[in-house]
């Protein structure tokens, strides 16, 4: 059976979907137009307007109107950080965790998304968090923690999967198999694709809950509807080896050309296999 995802956190948002949505919405300009919005942004932080030299930093960044050139785009965005710009501390965290224009630096990353945190900018918290969970230091994955629980009492099936994750793995807990599957059943109520996957596996695997593969097979097929390759492929294995369900190589195909789709590689053997047969 396919193990299921072990990611500590949501994918870290995009300067498309978090800086730029707050700054280039602000009015609607065509292809044609960036070069004269890019060249008005940079009057503007010349004059020093905070926001305008963070949008001069992400011009630079992408090469959106200019010639791109990530140490300026650093430089701009640096002064408009001190002014006390909150999207230009986030954009510095991605820039050092990324190396976007400078070296890698998980310590300065952390650091930048602490002040963009500390500055109002929720965001950055759910970046902070994926790099204090993956660190050994107990203080650190404590306060992964505690950030997990914070957002999972408001009722976010992420952070409540994530708190399951830590209980199920013991990082920043004691390691409790009951507390993790009733935070991934939260979350998996919730519709958090994740979760719902990870109960498939554990009542597949009888880790921490009794062996139930019906119930399983109820938890994969949630998942692979939100386009989880992992849980349709343990739907393919599930078919082809009659797991709680008749065996049916007609659906057993089905569930493992939807896994390969999305470039599962063992469903695209599994498929060949029973092409094959």
């Not at 930093?57 to 785009?73: E, I, N, Q, W």
């Amino acid at each position: 059976m396919e193990t299921r995802v072990r990611r500590k956190t949501p994918p870290v948002r995009s300067l498309a979907d978090v800086a730029m949505g707050r700054a280039w919405t602000i009015e609607e300009t065509q292809p044609d137009d960036r070069k004269a919005l890019f060249e008005a942004y940079l009057a503007a932080a010349r004059l020093g307007k905070m926001e305008a030299m963070t949008n001069v930093g992400l011009h630079f960044l992408y090469g959106d109107g200019v010639r791109r050139d990530p140490k300026r785009s650093r430089m701009w965005t640096e002064k408009a950080a001190a002014l006390g710009d909150d999207v230009a501390a986030f954009n510095l965290g991605l820039a050092y965790y990324f190396g976007r224009g400078v070296r890698k630096n998980k310590g300065l990353a952390e650091a930048w998304y602490r002040l963009a945190a500390a500055r109002g900018f929720a965001v950055a918290e759910g970046n902070l968090v994926d790099i204090l969970f993956a660190s050994p230091e107990a203080h650190q994955l404590k306060e992964a923690v505690r950030i997990y629980r914070k957002y999972a009492r408001q009722g976010d099936p992420v952070a409540t999967y994530n708190l399951g994750l830590a209980y199920e793995q013991g990082k920043g807990v004691r390691k409790s198999l009951k507390r993790a599957n009733a935070y991934y059943e939260t979350s998996a109520k919730g519709g958090y694709a994740d979760a719902q996957l990870a109960l498939g596996y554990n009542y597949s695997n009888g880790v921490g809950l009794p062996t139930d593969a019906m119930r399983a097979f109820g938890w994969f097929r949630l998942a692979a509807k939100q386009g989880s390759a992992k849980a349709s492929f343990n739907l393919g294995l599930m078919f082809a080896n009659g797991e709680g369900v008749p065996v049916s190589k007609a659906r057993a195909m089905r569930h493992f050309r939807e896994a390969a789709n999305l470039g599962h590689v063992r469903a695209a053997r599994w498929l060949r296999k029973l092409e094959k047969a």
